[in-house]
């Protein structure tokens, strides 16, 4: 096995001209554009109307609540990719950007790892093809023309008690989570209390996500409500003239972009929500040309089946009209440990009994997908090199009682050829006819949404809206709003709103502490507990770790 890094690992690979891995997609010269070497941007209006044959099968990679063991989701989906072409299957990736937030932060890149990787890497997590650069130019001058227009004589009537539009930057900033600004005079504005997001928070990245053509995404930009006038009417980006020039910021990033696979696998890789504060897919425009490209395409949300999954299902499948044709569930033996109750520095250590408490975790998520979703599902087991055969075993001996295969994945360390297993099992799952079903219905309250989403997905006892929620999901059903789905803001980490309670948890509360309207991006975001939309950084940031050398060379990504 190798010892060497991701990025020693990307770096040591001859990467196939662009011009090929556009070719395997049956894409023109006139279909893209070269972005340097080793990326392109593929035109989203180019004539569909040629690959009519194809409207792959669509693959949905979720995953346990992560943990600080790690579960490997995108290299699963890597791995799986290349596995499903080593069978003879045309298949495409389409996955999101990484944010550069937590590429200096914590969790690191989204590039997959080992030999399942995204390349060339470094460029993927560091500015890509500057996609959400663009994303928070368009974001911010939103922000300025509403700032200027109060300046100006607010014409609008804008109350600025009501202002919820914020600025954004693509980094983990906690000192910009609350600012005053407008300060020192006029001429500097009007003071007020303001905040930043990171970019991927922004109802812009949703928009660009969820739009399926540039004017789909001019209109959804000038459905934006940025406050509320005097008389509590909404305010949008329209009314303030600023979403044809956010357009025209984005003219580019809309375009997907394609890169590759160490195997030579095409991918899509395009949009960056996060799972947790947004709804965590990748754009509607690359995941329909993937699969108007392609025989299958594989494709992830983030985090778990309660916070991406069911975005998935809720919101861009609802959207779309396509669910999808598998599910992949992955886990590790690591993880489920740590949901047992095994401490992580001694994950290394065979542990029978915390690998069976933490099942618990698996089978919540499989219920998820099962019974609410009606999808059929595969776990994958993430191999580590700290597995047991005694836990592997075990593990392996569940299947028949949870009525599911489990197939053990070893991408990282041997690429496709360690994911044939799982590739066979995905195939023959999307065979199967399958309808799928969405959590709840769009009838139903703002409130008895919510409580559904608690119950049903989360296995909870009750979602409880504080007196500020409640007056905020009153005025959004009287304004016309509450027949949207909810993008559910939650920590990742457990089903319930907090961090701490692992495994699957009971009889609990979910308090909904503020209602957010995204009109743009069609959904109502619900913060709950203390999640935030700016991250922080840990005391040990891996941008500690980054550097680059002479010749330009990039080390200390992982």
């Keep these: 096995m190798s010892h060497l890094t991701d990025i020693e690992i990307a770096q040591a690979y001859q990467l196939q001209p662009m011009e090929e891995i556009a070719?395997?997609?049956?894409l023109s010269e006139e279909d893209y554009a070269l972005y340097g070497k080793n990326k392109a941007k593929v035109d989203h209006r180019l004539d569909r109307g040629r690959f009519t044959d194809k409207q792959g099968k669509l693959v949905l990679v979720t995953a346990i609540s992560p943990t600080a063991a790690g579960e490997g989701k995108t290299t699963t989906s890597v791995g799986l990719a290349d596995a499903m072409n080593q069978l003879g299957y045309q298949t495409t990736l389409a996955l999101r950007e990484p944010s550069l937030g937590p590429v200096f932060g914590m969790k690191g890149g989204a590039a997959g790892g080992g030999y399942a990787q995204v390349v060339p890497m470094e460029e993927i997590n560091l500015h890509f093809t500057g996609d959400l650069h663009a994303i928070g130019a368009a974001n911010n001058l939103l922000a300025a023309m509403l700032d200027n227009h109060i300046h100006h004589g607010n014409?609008?009537?804008?109350?600025?008690?009501?202002?919820?539009?914020?600025?954004?930057?693509?980094?983990?900033?906690?000192?910009?989570?609350?600012?005053?600004?407008?300060?020192?005079?006029?001429?500097?504005?009007?003071?007020?209390?303001?905040?930043?997001?990171?970019?991927?928070?922004?109802?812009?990245?949703?928009?660009?996500?969820?739009?399926?053509?540039?004017?789909?995404?001019?209109?959804?930009?000038?459905?934006?409500?940025?406050?509320?006038?005097?008389?509590?009417?909404?305010?949008?980006?329209?009314?303030?003239?600023?979403?044809?020039?956010?357009?025209?910021?984005?003219?580019?990033a809309i375009n997907p972009n394609l890169v590759q696979t160490l195997e030579g696998t095409p991918a899509f890789i395009h949009g960056g929500p996060f799972a947790n504060i947004a709804h965590g897919c990748n754009s509607v425009i690359a995941t329909e040309l993937a699969r108007d490209l392609s025989d299958y395409v594989v494709t992830e949300a983030g985090f778990g089946s309660d916070l991406g999954a069911e975005k998935f299902i809720d919101i861009k499948a609802r959207q779309t009209g396509k669910m999808p044709d598998a599910v992949v569930l992955v886990a590790t033996i690591r993880a489920l440990k740590m949901h047992g109750g095994q401490a992580k520095d001694d994950l290394g250590q065979e542990n029978l009994q915390a690998l069976e408490a933490g099942l618990v975790n698996l089978e919540r998520h499989l219920a998820n997908i099962r019974q609410v979703f009606q999808l059929p599902v595969v776990v994958a087991i993430n191999k580590f090199p700290t597995d047991t055969a005694k836990e592997q075993a075990w593990l392996a001996g569940q299947a028949d009682r949870l009525g599911v295969q489990i197939v053990e994945s070893d991408v990282w360390a041997q690429?496709?050829?360690?994911?044939?297993?799982?590739?066979?099992?995905?195939v023959d799952l999307c065979q199967e006819?399958?309808?799928?079903?969405?959590?709840?219905?769009?009838?139903?309250?703002?409130?008895?949404?919510?409580?559904?989403?608690?119950?049903?997905?989360?296995?909870?006892?009750?979602?409880?809206?504080?007196?500020?929620?409640?007056?905020?999901?009153?005025?959004?059903?009287?304004?016309?709003?509450?027949?949207?789905?909810?993008?559910?803001?939650?920590?990742?980490?457990?089903?319930?709103?907090?961090?701490?309670?692992?495994?699957?948890?009971?009889?609990?509360?979910?308090?909904?502490?503020?209602?957010?309207?995204?009109?743009?991006a069609g959904f109502i975001v619900a913060l709950t507990g203390s999640i935030m939309t700016m991250p922080g950084l840990p005391k040990h940031p891996a941008a500690e770790g980054i550097d680059i050398d002479r010749q330009g060379q990039i080390t200390g990504l992982f």
């Design 155 to 252: 014409q609008l009537a804008i109350d600025t008690r009501t202002i919820s539009w914020k600025r954004v930057v693509d980094m983990n900033d906690r000192q910009l989570r609350q600012i005053v600004d407008g300060l020192c005079g006029r001429a500097n504005g009007v003071p007020r209390e303001d905040g930043f997001d990171i970019t991927v928070a922004s109802e812009v990245m949703a928009i660009l996500c969820l739009a399926s053509d540039l004017e789909d995404l001019k209109d959804r930009l000038g459905r934006i409500v940025v406050a509320f006038n005097d008389e509590g009417q909404p305010v949008t980006a329209e009314d303030l003239k600023a979403h044809h020039a956010m357009a025209a910021l984005l003219k580019e």
């Design 23 to 26: 070719s395997k997609l049956g």
């Design 433 to 520: 006819e399958s309808q799928g079903q969405f959590s709840y219905d769009l009838d139903l309250s703002i409130q008895d949404k919510l409580q559904t989403l608690v119950e049903k997905v989360y296995g909870g006892k009750r979602a409880v809206l504080t007196a500020a929620a409640r007056k905020q999901a009153q005025q959004l059903a009287d304004l016309g709003y509450g027949h949207l789905p909810i993008c559910v803001a939650k920590t990742q980490y457990s089903f319930s709103d907090s961090a701490k309670r692992l495994g699957a948890p009971e009889d609990f509360d979910v308090t909904i502490r503020q209602l957010k309207l995204s009109a743009g």
């Design 415 to 426: 690429g496709g050829k360690g994911g044939l297993a799982l590739a066979q099992a995905v």
